[in-house]
């Protein structure tokens, strides 16, 4: 199993742990990853990035499909990937919510499944300069011809000669970007993906190979796609008070982020037989009972998605990983004491 390393996205100050970084570059990682919501950027800390490093590849998890045109997705990939060497780079998109969508970006939520679908489109002729570029999309068309248009855009082909396969990986969970995921990505930032998953998974993703077999004429297996699970790591000799440091973040993401009716994370909770908890943690949060739904957060649920407790405990429980079905698995964490042990796990099998 190849390993990753997330950094996230930045709090009140911006903060690249380089030498960790480092660290999981010399100890084998194969990739590190930012992230975005609205404050920094996932793009820029990757050129910084690449700038002290040789091998590591360098993802996105995720660029959110608000914040840039794919045009400037395709260029800000292009460009990184050629300041880090070429075929360093991955672009992880995804939608967001839309919270984030509308009241951060100020564009409508619209139909995510069908921009997505355009979005990567797009990217693809990008990379690939075959041709000036043109796509007549449901949700994305170049050139723009719609209100306001002046009538006169031009197909245009990237000055920059990028590379011409840099990977797209999609972050999805629902059924339908699932299955989209495995008709038009090279990977899966896998939301919701816990060992035990994969049955739940794989079905979708096949219907995502056999759709783009027949919309392409290439034959497209499991062997030409990875599943990039991910799991927060914490090294400590209290399990218990381990997973209640990672409650908060559930809290967050399960009760704030997103609309009531609209929140993947919580319907991923759902989906791991936590409804009751999921329901709970949302109705306190959206009070603004905080610490009540932190506390509401079950330890086995924190437990299922996560690495904790002493460097033993964490090499057993990754075997299980290791069997998921996953090709890598990305360690959310900004402890060198906890990339090292999950390294030494996977040295181990």
């Known amino acids: 199993m190849k390993l990753g390393l997330s950094l996230g996205y930045s709090g009140a100050r911006l903060d690249i742990p380089v030498g960790l970084v480092q660290r999981a570059e010399e100890l084998g990682y194969d990739t590190v990853w930012t992230a975005e919501a609205y404050g920094s950027d996932a793009v820029s800390p990757l050129a910084y990035l690449a700038a002290h490093t040789r091998r590591i590849r360098l993802g996105t998890a995720v660029m959110q499909l608000a914040a840039r045109t794919p045009a400037n997705a395709a260029m800000?990939?292009?460009?990184?990937?050629?300041?880090?060497?070429?075929?360093?780079?991955i672009a992880g998109l995804g939608v967001s919510g839309p919270q984030i969508v509308e009241g951060w970006y100020g564009e409508?939520?619209?139909?995510?499944?069908?921009?997505?679908?355009?979005?990567?489109?797009?990217?693809?002729?990008?990379?690939?300069?075959?041709?000036?570029v043109t796509h007549e999309g449901r949700e994305i068309?170049?050139?723009?011809?719609?209100?306001?248009?002046?009538?006169?855009?031009k197909p245009l082909k990237s000055i920059l000669h990028m590379n011409p396969d840099i990977p797209i990986y999609l972050g999805t969970g629902t059924e339908a970007m699932v299955?989209?995921?495995?008709?038009?990505?090279?990977?899966?930032?896998?939301?919701?993906?816990?060992?035990?998953?994969?049955?739940?998974?794989?079905?979708l993703l096949e219907e995502g190979f056999r759709r783009s077999e027949k919309a392409t004429g290439r034959r497209k297996t499991r062997a030409d796609f990875t599943i990039q699970a991910s799991a927060h790591v914490e090294v400590a000799e209290d399990v218990g008070a381990a997973l209640a440091r990672l409650k908060p973040e559930v809290a967050l993401y399960v009760g704030g982020m997103g609309h009531r009716d609209i929140n993947f994370h919580k319907d991923m909770m759902v989906r791991r037989g936590f409804g009751g908890a999921a329901a709970r943690i949302q109705e306190l949060y959206l009070a603004g009972r905080k610490e009540e739904a932190i506390a509401a957060v079950p330890d086995e649920w924190v437990d299922l998605k996560s690495l904790v407790g002493p460097p033993e405990r964490i090499r057993q429980r990754f075997r299980a990983w290791a069997e998921s079905g996953a090709d890598a698995l990305t360690v959310r964490t900004r402890q060198t004491e906890a990339i090292e042990a999950v390294a030494e796990a996977a040295r181990r099998l």
Do not use: N
């Open 76 to 89: 800000c990939a292009g460009t990184v990937d050629a300041l880090a060497g070429g075929g360093r780079f």
């Open 108 to 132: 409508p939520w619209g139909k995510p499944y069908w921009r997505v679908k355009d979005y990567v489109a797009i990217m693809r002729k990008i990379f690939r300069r075959e041709a000036p």
């Open 141 to 153: 068309s170049l050139p723009y011809r719609g209100e306001g248009a002046l009538g006169v855009g």
């Open 179 to 203: 299955r989209l995921t495995g008709e038009i990505a090279d990977g899966w930032l896998a939301l919701g993906f816990v060992p035990g998953a994969l049955p739940e998974f794989l079905p």
